[in-house]
C-alpha cells in the first residue's frame, strides 16, 4: 500500500440525517458510544463484504443523531491508499448493495426514546426489519452478544 503523510486538511460535521461514508481505518470516538460500535459480520463466510463498516456507522448515527451527539469527520493525519480493482469491488458489494438500501430506511424508522447508547442499540437490534436470511439471524445473536459485554 501507498502511505503517505497528509499535508492537507479536511473536516466536516454531519447534520442530524446526513450521511457520509467515513472509512473505518481512520477513525476515533469517544467511548461512551462503544455500545453501539459493533462492526457487522463480514467476509465471504458469511455472503456479505465490504458493509461492515457502513452498516455499524448506521446504527451509530441512529443513536448520535438521537442523543444529539454530533460526527466530525477530519483529514488522516497518514493517507493510506490502498490499490484495489473497481471489478471485483463491485461484485464483492453486490448482495449488500441489494439489502442496502432497505436496511437503512428501517434503522431511520425506529423511534428512539431511551437515553443510553447502550439502550438504543438493544432496541435498534430488537425492532429493525432485518431480512429474513440465516446471515440476519446469526448477526442479530452477534450484536445481542457485543451488547451483553456493556
Same mark, same amino acid.
Given at each position: 500500500?501507498?502511505?503517505?503523510i497528509k499535508s492537507q486538511v479536511f473536516n466536516f460535521s454531519l447534520a442530524p440525517a446526513q450521511f457520509a461514508p467515513i472509512s473505518s $481505518? +481512520? @477513525?476515533?470516538?469517544?467511548t461512551k458510544i462503544i455500545p453501539a460500535f459493533y462492526f @457487522?459480520? $463480514?467476509g465471504p463466510q458469511w455472503g456479505f463484504d465490504r458493509f461492515d463498516d457502513?452498516?455499524?456507522g448506521l446504527f451509530v448515527k441512529k443513536i448520535c443523531?438521537? @442523543?444529539?451527539? =454530533?460526527? *466530525?469527520n477530519g483529514s488522516p493525519i497518514i493517507e493510506h491508499r490502498k490499490a484495489s480493482i473497481p +471489478?471485483? +469491488?463491485e461484485k464483492k458489494e453486490e448482495d449488500g448493495m441489494n439489502i442496502n438500501e432497505a436496511l437503512w430506511k428501517s434503522i431511520f424508522s *425506529? =423511534? @428512539?426514546t431511551q437515553m443510553s447508547v447502550k439502550d438504543g442499540y438493544t432496541k435498534l437490534v430488537g425492532e429493525v426489519n432485518f431480512p429474513v436470511l440465516p446471515y440476519f439471524e446469526a448477526l442479530k445473536r452477534a450484536m445481542n452478544r457485543w451488547i451483553s459485554f456493556f
Amino acid at each position: 500500500p501507498d502511505i503517505r503523510i497528509k499535508s492537507q486538511v479536511f473536516n466536516f460535521s454531519l447534520a442530524p440525517a446526513q450521511f457520509a461514508p467515513i472509512s473505518s $481505518m +481512520n @477513525l476515533a470516538f469517544k467511548t461512551k458510544i462503544i455500545p453501539a460500535f459493533y462492526f @457487522l459480520l $463480514m467476509g465471504p463466510q458469511w455472503g456479505f463484504d465490504r458493509f461492515d463498516d457502513i452498516w455499524c456507522g448506521l446504527f451509530v448515527k441512529k443513536i448520535c443523531d438521537h @442523543l444529539g451527539y =454530533s460526527i *466530525v469527520n477530519g483529514s488522516p493525519i497518514i493517507e493510506h491508499r490502498k490499490a484495489s480493482i473497481p +471489478n471485483i +469491488n463491485e461484485k464483492k458489494e453486490e448482495d449488500g448493495m441489494n439489502i442496502n438500501e432497505a436496511l437503512w430506511k428501517s434503522i431511520f424508522s *425506529v =423511534s @428512539l426514546t431511551q437515553m443510553s447508547v447502550k439502550d438504543g442499540y438493544t432496541k435498534l437490534v430488537g425492532e429493525v426489519n432485518f431480512p429474513v436470511l440465516p446471515y440476519f439471524e446469526a448477526l442479530k445473536r452477534a450484536m445481542n452478544r457485543w451488547i451483553s459485554f456493556f
